[in-house]
């Protein structure tokens, strides 16, 4: 039985406004990837992958909380494209205060907590409740 697809054109509508500021920042381009490939993008110059990015808009403000949650098969995904591929992988995420922030995914398992939780307030299905790291928010730079 194939998931419930939960993200809607809002949520595709912030990635693309996220990912505009990072391009911008960094003088790349960017590529909406395949739900296969378990990334949102690959990043870009002169037409050769440099990194990929994994993008979420959290409805928070910056520091509001400690961390930052990410499921653990994002995490492993991203950890294995660096290791396999070389390129970095970062997870960049846009807060409600208008911040942009961002962190390297393969370094994650070393600095961030892993347990068991997820979408707990407001379950939508099963799968909603998973492995999680916990990132810390110190963990992120600024864009």
């Known amino acids: 039985m194939t ?3 939960y993200e809607n054109q809002d949520d595709r509508n912030n990635e693309q406004a996220i990912m505009e ?11 909406k990837l395949p739900m296969s490939y378990r990334m949102d993008f690959a990043v870009t110059k002169a037409d050769a992958i440099v990194g990929f990015a994994e993008v979420k808009m959290r409805r928070m ?3 509001q909380y400690p961390t930052i949650m990410l499921s653990m098969s994002k995490v492993h995904t991203a950890c294995q494209y660096h290791q396999s591929l070389k390129l970095p992988t970062v997870f960049v995420v846009g807060t409600m205060d208008g ?3 961002y962190t390297h995914l393969h370094d994650v398992p070393g600095q961030a907590k892993l347990v068991y939780g997820g979408r707990t307030m407001q379950t939508r299905d099963s799968a909603d ?3 999680c790291y916990m990132i810390p928010v110190n963990k992120f730079a600024s864009l």
């Open 3 to 5: 998931r419930t697809m």
């Open 21 to 31: 500021r990072l391009a911008a920042a960094w003088n790349i381009e960017y590529h």
């Open 61 to 63: 403000n910056w520091g």
């Open 99 to 101: 911040g942009c922030h």
């Open 129 to 131: 409740v998973e492995p």
